[in-house]
């Protein structure tokens, strides 16, 4: 097969080794600059790794001209709004944030807003930012979200409740610094949930209808090393080899859906997490398996491709192979102790309506392979609450 068209990019330099957020300020002063504003949040702060980057940066000969550690789990607009606020008083020339997903698209929020001026909600849509924004350093301490490299930020308005994607090819880090050592200290509950969302962008970056073969390549060993690493890295958070593979699989996932774009599963994520704060991890842990099941009609060729990353040998037809995938996936998510069921992430059967109706409205349904409806999303919906 011959594809049409491919297009590709990933503007993000990456590094990774255990301990390199102690060098933290030396990569950052190869960026041209010096005066760091940091942004994170509280627990991170208590558990000490923010002085860890502040030390890292200082030893390089970075200052630290400001802070914002407000962040919250799910962040929001009026959050991105203060910080960058306070940024801009604190007039740094680079913004390092150290968090999960949360904090890093705050800080690709705050990097708009800054850049550009304006409020955030002037660049929600396609096309508003097309030239280089200022200078933006991720240290992720999630494996998940694989927002250090991609070129997107999600972000809440509460009074809609709704979570917005931003896209741009510009919004990607300059700078992604994977450090095991920044992940040791996630619980279990979360390295799980989190996990599972890196393995969602992955299976969703490759059956998206915009899936190329760069990004399949991408998602192909995002999902190996996932499978291979998650139960160890929730079983035994202490392992650095373990957080190590873990972060790079989150990275793989994340450039690959970053070009590629996810499916209903990250649509139904969205939807419950707007309207319900479903933590974003454990709604895709819990939905990935139905979502699957809702594209084997049209996809089963394309699941069944994922067999060997899975460590399923393809037997039988297309569709049995496809079918022992999705077991697989369940296998996954229960050895890491996450529950299969709605109920257990706090939503009720009468609030799948709105999930569904809010579900085909967000932007993640348009590269599912399978077209959906309301209808159809109720369905799946129902099927695991
Ligand atoms: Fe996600």
Redesign the pocket.
Known sequence: MLPEFLDFSMRTRVMGAAGLVRELGDQVTRLGVERAFIVSDRTLEKLGLVERARQGLTAGGVTVVGEFLDVPPNSDVNVVERAAAAAGEAGGDVLVAIGG?SVIDTAKGMNMVLSKGGNLMDYQGLGLINEPLGKLVAVPTTA???SEVTNMA?IKDPAARVKYSFTSPYLGPDLAVLDPEMTLGLPPGLTASTGM??L??AVEAYLSVSANPISDGLALYAIRVINQWLPRATLVGSSVEARYWMLIGSNLAGAA?SNSL?GCV?AM?HALGGLFDVP??LA?AILLAPGLEYNLDVAAGRIAELAPSFGVWPSGSEEETARAVIEAVKVLAKSCGLPARLRDAGVSESSLNEAAEAAVMDGAIFTNPRPATAEELLEVLKKVV
């Open positions: 997903g998940g979200t694989g999600v969302d890196a969602t962008h859906f996810v990250h994520a974003h991890g895709n």
